[in-house]
């Protein structure tokens, strides 16, 4: 019963089967789900009786409190305990060990049991956070069904795949008060994360409530922090949650708080301002300053007595190193003590910041740049620059966790989000003969990809034959491509990326290329020069990961920075997609069904609201109302199914580029109103593809003909909308001219016509056009109407 862990790695293989095809509506999706359909359902009302084999504590007391409210949201029923013997209960739970929630990780025992059948349910765990985690599994399997709960005859047995499963909120570019925190932390809990990672300073904002140092809130927040019962009140309200925080105090980079209380601890004399603006800034504290460390060492024992978890974030990227190398004072100091760059003197400064954290008793965790190999390696790295920082992380003996890839500020789909796994991929490589074989087929180009925002995209890639090619983007390892169409004067090929899905598009004219990336959903032009024959650019070199190495990935976090997320939108950003990368930690790592996944997240995303009381439809309701200043709002909702918010971070460009990209540039447009993935363009994508393997009349055409005479009908309605919004009246129009455009192509696909080799390129030229980012958004219908067209060539 106990034995969990040993049981999960010792699954049959039938039982794999199950993980791999989902039959319930579950996210995390169990390691072991035994369903009986030909068994009766458990059925239930307002009585459970129940039975306790173990302590009955104060933390188990509010769990089964909080259960029987949130089957009352999700159902109708207020739920009421009835103390019962083991034989006739309704809720029979097994607890050997009732110990709370312990500040270690490597204590935490997650694993649970629970089996169903027409008589009770039997819930059996290790440890109370087992119980919790098994609570929100049969909270699941209750649904949201009115009136009514029926319960499958199932046997669930359970254990994360990851240790550590985070989510980083990021609470000081832009504030959120206590009751919105403490809903995401509601979520977290149904999704079964177990660290919220609480960003609390950066350049634009001072949050955490110092005695030792108060001008820090009193001079560099705005107004806006956390006071110490607060932040205590945050920290319980998780741990009964089973969710340890993670303060991170951002040193000695992204500073500009602290120089604006304190300009004596940093590295260049000022006068220092609050900041607004975003990016990196160049405000750092001086590690030659003795003074800094009595700082930190006085914060740290601040964050101790309110934070009992083990680890303390020290942030440590994105250091700008001017001021450092402007500074005599620290010029001399590095002489003296024989450091030879900036890195070294950081390497110091965080040697020195370690120290102070373990005679606190506080263990170390910080991004990418913290890596040292004078570093304890009970500290742990988490990665913001990928996969390949990962393996060198864990190939040096430090722990590491991964967030690329699951930064859910920047709209991506959520399938995107499901394919990225914390273990890095092994390098790509390719048989030295077989290449050799190839070299009269192969073609090597070198690119450049210019953003509006930040370096350009640099690389080359190779093509060997029709269907394989790999890429090298500078500073990253050689990977895979998929590849769609390569021909003497044009390639088609996709894969994921830091940035999100990219396929390039690309024409070679003599030793030119030319064209476009679609990154996310948006395009950055390129070009670039062929490669020398039978040249290709060295790889960056990966050592492939040892099954000792792998064992020091502990997992990964979400991340939700907060620069075009506010408390209006906040909801909408993170849910539902962050179940998804809570199952991708949770979950096994075979279970990779995409269309599973995305009804399942459905289903669970209408379930969360109900029960933890989640927003993310209400904000865009709510969003769209205060656009349009209209009870009616039912136009501007059609409209916003054809549209997309730019992927990845062509936001934040757009503003770069457009505005001040600061605090100061509104978050109240249409595009702060849509979801991240637009799931009925989704759908009508999913339709579109069976279809046009079979484009007869019938059910799906009907119904992709259905969908698109809806959208070209909302114009009239939309059109005495948008008298409030009249910058909105230029997309509107492209938006409507897509709509006909697919209409045409959809009948002309239906009824076998051809399209000539001009009306193709006319028709092709015309929707590259209108693939541009238009007021941060993407007509995204545009995929769709370019999936007809394509599909006429491959007849």
């Known amino acids: 019963m106990f034995r969990l862990l040993v049981l999960i790695v010792g699954l049959t293989v039938s039982l794999l089967a199950t993980a791999n095809t989902p039959s319930l509506s579950l996210m995390p999706y169990p390691q072991q789900l035994v369903l009986s359909t030909d068994q009766p359902s458990l059925q239930l009302g307002r009585d459970w009786r129940l039975a306790v084999n173990g302590t009955v504590t104060p933390e188990l007391k509010a769990a089964l409190k909080r259960f029987a409210q949130r089957t009352h949201k999700q159902t109708g029923i207020p739920v009421r305990w009835k103390k019962s013997t083991a034989a006739k209960a309704t809720l029979v739970i097994n607890l050997k060990d009732s110990r709370s929630m312990s500040p270690r990780i490597s204590e935490w025992d997650e694993s649970y049991e629970l089996v169903i059948n027409q008589q009770q349910i039997q819930l059996s765990a290790n440890q109370h956070l087992g ?41 000081s570019r832009h504030f959120f008060p206590v009751d919105t925190i403490k809903r995401q932390i509601d979520a977290m809990a149904a999704a079964k994360y177990n660290i919220f990672h609480w960003h609390l300073t950066d350049d634009q904002g001072w949050r955490f409530e110092s005695k030792r140092y108060p001008k820090l ?63 990196v800034h160049k405000p750092t504290l001086n590690p030659a300053n003795e003074n800094v460390y009595v700082f930190i060492d006085a914060l740290v024992a601040e964050v101790k007595a309110l934070f009992p978890f083990e680890y303390v974030h020290i942030g440590g990227d994105e250091v700008d190193p001017e001021h450092w190398e402007n500074n005599a004072d620290i010029q001399d100091f590095m002489r003296t003590n024989k450091l030879k760059d900036s890195h070294a003197l950081q390497a110091y400064f965080n040697q020195r910041v370690q120290q102070i954290l373990q005679k606190h008793q506080r263990k170390m965790i910080g991004w990418d740049e913290i890596q040292h190999k004078n570093l304890p390696k009970d500290i742990v790295i988490q990665s913001w620059r990928g996969p390949d920082a990962v393996s060198e992380s864990v190939a040096a003996g430090f722990q590491a966790i991964l967030s690329t890839g699951y930064y859910l500020d920047q709209p991506q789909s959520a399938a995107y989000h499901y394919r990225n796994d914390p273990v890095p991929p092994p390098p790509y490589t390719h048989n030295a003969l077989t290449l050799s074989s190839q070299q009269d087929a192969l073609s090597s180009w070198s690119f450049v990809m210019p953003r509006k925002r930040g370096n350009p995209v640099t690389g080359s890639f190779t093509l060997m034959n029709a269907q394989e090619g790999f890429i090298d983007f500078t500073g990253k390892s050689r990977r895979a491509v998929v590849v769609q169409k390569s021909e003497k004067d044009a390639a088609i090929f996709s894969l994921d990326t830091w940035m999100g899905p990219v396929e390039f598009r690309v024409k070679f004219s003599g030793d030119e290329l030319q064209g476009i990336a679609i990154v996310g959903n948006a395009p950055y032009a390129l070009s670039g020069k062929k490669n020398a024959p ?14 000792q190495s792998q064992r020091l990935i502990l997992g990964g976090e979400a991340a939700l920075w907060a620069e075009i997320v506010d408390e209006q939108s906040i909801d909408l950003r993170l849910w539902p997609r962050a179940f998804i990368v809570a199952e991708r930690l949770w979950s096994a790592q075979e279970l990779q069904d995409e ?27 709510r969003a769209l109302q205060r656009l349009f200043g209209s009870k009616d709002i039912q136009p501007a909702a059609v409209f916003i199914e054809l549209l997309e918010p730019a ?15 600061s605090k100061a540039d509104p978050l109240n447009r249409l595009v702060d109103a849509l979801p991240a993935e637009n799931d009925s363009l989704r759908q009508f994508n999913q339709r579109l593809a069976r279809w046009l393997a079979n484009p007869v009349a019938g059910e799906d055409y009907s119904a992709l003909h259905a969908q698109l005479q809806r959208w070209s009908d909302n114009r009239t309605a939309l059109a005495l909308l948008l008298k409030e919004q009249p910058s909105l009246n230029s997309l509107a129009e492209k938006t409507q001219g897509i709509v006909e455009l ?54």
């Open 595 to 621: 269309n599973s996944m995305y009804q399942r997240m459905n289903a669970i995303a209408a379930w969360a609201e109900k029960s933890t009381g989640l927003l993310n439809r209400q904000q865009t309701e």
């Open 647 to 661: 992927y990845y971070y062509h936001r934040q460009h757009e503003k770069s580029a457009n505005e001040s990209y």
């Open 131 to 171: 119980v919790l985690r098994a609570m929100e599994t049969l909270l699941q399997l209750i649904g949201s069904a009115e009136k009514s709960i029926q319960l499958p005859n199932v046997s669930i047995r359970d254990v994360p795949r990851f240790q550590w499963r985070g989510l980083l909120l990021d609470t």
């Open 534 to 547: 039978k040249t290709i650019v060295k790889s960056e070199k990966v050592t492939p990961l040892s099954a």
């Open 217 to 279: 809130q009193a001079l560099a927040s705005d107004g806006q922090y956390y006071t110490r019962k607060q932040m205590r009140e945050v920290v319980a309200y998780a741990q009964a949650r089973g969710i340890q925080v993670l303060p991170e105090i951002d040193v000695p980079g992204h500073a500009s708080a602290v120089a604006v209380a304190y300009p004596e601890l940093m590295s260049a004399p000022g006068p220092y301002a609050m900041e607004y603006r975003w990016g």
């Open 742 to 795: 697919t209409q045409m192509l959809l009948d002309k696909r239906l009824h076998q016509q051809s399209l000539t080799p001009i009306e193709q390129k006319t028709l092709e030229k015309q929707l590259s056009n209108n693939l541009q980012i238009e007021q941060e958004m993407i007509v995204a219908l545009i995929f769709s109407a370019e999936k007809i067209l394509n599909s006429f060539t491959r007849r």
